[in-house]
């Protein structure tokens, strides 16, 4: 693995961000947005969940060569945001991860990943769910080597790049899980 760092994001990396994520939306089937958002959206989106206190990591390259804002190039990014926004779900995340094109196989998503779950468990939530595309199967075996189980797969629910694509989603307990109720919950 390179050296990186994982650290927390911020909007000032939202053009590296929107990059990455850019590529992915245009060459592959990852994401099933058809065209790629601007910095300014990906900024808006990053806002959304930094403003609710939830993760939204980076891992940044350790030499970026001169060329990047003091930190590093950003590599990759990974975020987790409550899995539906009605109150019932306030302990359940869902993530999402992503690595520049150019450098995935080096276990920058195992680390972003790790650092992920860390996070969430720490903030408190206790389940996290991956919706992964099934033409990703490297992303199903990124989870599955960090515990998570397929519970569902939604057959040819979207189309992309002339195909019909699969829905996997699998789930990891985070801490207790569902052992024990939260310290705080409301009435």
């Known amino acids: ?6 650290a927390p994001a911020t909007l000032a990396d939202a053009a590296q961000i929107a990059a ?7 060459h592959g089937t990852a ?3 058809i065209e790629p958002p601007t910095v300014e959206e990906i900024a808006g989106r990053m806002g959304k969940v930094l403003g609710e206190g939830w993760p939204w990591l ?5 030499d970026c060569g001169g060329d990047c ?3 590093g190039d950003v590599l990759g990014y990974a975020y987790a945001a409550q899995y539906n926004p009605r109150a019932g779900y306030r302990f ?3 993530d999402s991860i992503y690595l520049r094109h150019d450098v995935r196989g080096r276990g920058i998503g195992t680390a972003l990943l790790a650092a992920l779950l860390y996070t969430c468990e720490a903030w408190g939530f206790r389940q996290m769910i991956a919706g992964i595309a099934g033409s990703e199967p490297a992303s199903v075996a990124l989870h599955a080597r960090a ?3 397929e519970v ?4 040819n629910v979207g189309r992309k790049q002339g195909q019909w694509l699969d829905v996997i989603y699998m789930q990891r307990a985070l801490g207790l899980g569902d052992t024990a109720p939260p310290e705080e919950e409301p009435e």
């Open 69 to 71: 804002d003091g930190g």
């Open 152 to 155: 569902a797969r939604l057959r």
């Open 20 to 26: 990455i994520y850019g590529h992915h939306v245009r």
């Open 58 to 62: 980076v891992a940044r390259g350790e």
């Open 31 to 33: 994401s099933w947005e």
């Open 1 to 6: 693995m390179p050296d990186i760092a994982i």
């Open 92 to 94: 359940t995340c869902e």
């Open 147 to 149: 515990g998570f189980v």
